[in-house]
């Protein structure tokens, strides 16, 4: 009998792989937990869309997270784009429309990643930020109570302003240019807060970003960097809601 040459294939997923995915669950619960703390009601209604839509931004943001630190072969990374937009178009034609749409805006800054921008993709910073911070929490809230709130909008904006700070290495290649423009929008976070949550906590977030700036001078390896970034957000989300 004649054996069976089954095709090879040339790009498997190392181990370090594991670290994006691990990098992409931390920063796909951030803006859940943060949704949640303004819902009366986090289980009990529309559970299959609330996991439908996790699963789907948690392979976004692993697809964004792996261009921007392993660079794996795309013949290997293309097919997994293919569950998120599957999941969302799903969501479209389920009559939840503005869920999908805001849905499909995270691919934004995963598509940011393949154009020449030479290691100042503003864009990708800007798009990744709020679709983390501002779009994916709207989006939670939204399907659990059919309406969204200008409290939840505020925070939102807050933590997205933060994430533009904490990964602003990531995306862009600091210079002295660069570092001012990081300074201004931290004095504009902290009098942000102030305004927002008239609390002692407003003084976290400027504490926050400058020891942002720091970890990537400890010369770590790419993921790990990232990893301990979307430590200080999580940590930026978790101060908004114990106001």
């Known amino acids: 009998m004649n054996k069976i040459n089954l095709p090879k294939f040339n790009y498997p997923i190392e181990k370090k792989s594991y670290l994006p995915a691990i990098n ?20 009990s209604k529309h559970l299959s869309i609330q996991i439908l839509f996790f699963l789907a931004t948690f392979m976004v943001n692993f697809l964004t997270i792996d261009r921007l630190t392993n660079k794996t072969n795309l013949r290997l990374m293309a097919p997994l784009a293919i569950i998120p937009i599957l999941t969302f178009i799903i969501l479209l034609f389920s009559e939840n429309t503005y869920v999908a749409l805001l849905g499909l805006l995270s691919f934004v800054p995963f ?51 933060m994430i533009i700070v904490i990964l602003f290495a990531i995306f862009i290649k600091t210079s002295f240019k660069f570092a001012i423009f990081a300074l201004a929008l931290t004095l504009i976070i902290t009098i942000f807060a102030f305004i927002l949550l008239k609390s002692w906590t407003a003084l976290i977030y400027p504490i926050l970003a400058v020891f942002s700036w720091f970890v990537p001078k400890l010369h ?16 930026a989300s978790f101060f908004i809601t114990i106001n």
């Open 111 to 161: 598509l940011t990643t393949f154009l020449p921008f030479e290691q100042k993709n503003g864009v990708g910073l800007l798009t990744f930020s709020l679709s983390v911070g501002t779009l994916a929490p709207l989006a939670f809230f939204y399907i659990r109570n059919g309406f969204v709130t200008s409290i939840l909008l505020k925070m939102g904006l807050l933590l997205s302003l």
């Open 220 to 235: 770590l390896p790419r993921n790990f960097t990232l990893l301990v970034l979307i430590a200080l957000i999580g940590l």
């Open 24 to 43: 992409a669950l931390l920063l796909s619960v951030v803006p859940w937990y943060l949704s949640s703390h303004f819902s009366s009601e986090i289980f």
